[in-house]
């Protein structure tokens, strides 16, 4: 069985530690823990990790955030992986810092990222993993806020929280969503 998983975020180191790339901070996360390397490809960083039986490939995407899509499309199309098994990371200003939610389906929430993947596949019905960044910011600074870095105790608390994303991960590609929701859902 094969998984597609989907970190979001913007390449450049310019764009490391902001925490809308905190998609792209669970995968890194992940290779290292598995010993392994991303290698650029076509529309994305990509690498392979083997798990209990079951092939899964990470990526992230090299399009920049709006046009996540197109990688997201290439890949599911090249590596011949279905919706179900496709598992989405994006940070979520909606949810408060270090709150993870896993779902089915949903809206894009106003993210442009999540957007153009809906955008491209004609549908919002694919899992997603969110990741609460919170929303601390004053009117009219969104942007400047999810392209700001984690700072301070978010950041000392960063890497519990992205084991925390590795192992819904594992357990959506073990497991299935629904058992996952159930399980690790806040």
């Known amino acids: ?33 598995f010993e392994v390397k991303f290698s650029m490809s076509r529309l994305a960083y990509h690498v392979e990790i083997k798990h209990k039986g079951k092939q899964i490939h990470l990526i992230k995407p090299t399009t920049y955030m709006n046009l996540s899509g197109k990688a997201v499309n290439y890949w599911m199309k090249e590596l011949k992986i279905e919706k179900e098994n496709t598992l989405v990371i994006t ?59 984690f700072e301070g105790a978010q950041l000392d608390e960063l890497p519990e929280h992205l084991d925390r994303a590795i192992d819904i991960i594992l357990s959506f590609c073990l497991q299935g969503v629904d058992k996952t929701m159930n399980a690790f859902n806040q």
């Open 1 to 33: 069985m094969k998984y597609l998983i989907v970190g979001l975020g913007n390449i450049g180191p310019e764009y490391l530690l902001t925490r809308h790339n905190v998609g792209f901070m669970v995968l890194d996360r992940l290779a290292s823990n």
């Open 91 to 149: 940070d979520d200003i909606a949810l408060p810092f270090g709150k993870l939610r896993t779902k089915v389906k949903g809206s894009h929430g106003g993210h442009n990222g999540l957007r153009n993947i809906e955008e491209v596949l004609g549908s919002s019905a694919y899992p997603r993993l969110r990741f609460g960044v919170g929303d601390d910011f004053g009117k009219g600074r969104q942007v400047e806020y999810v392209l700001g870095n």
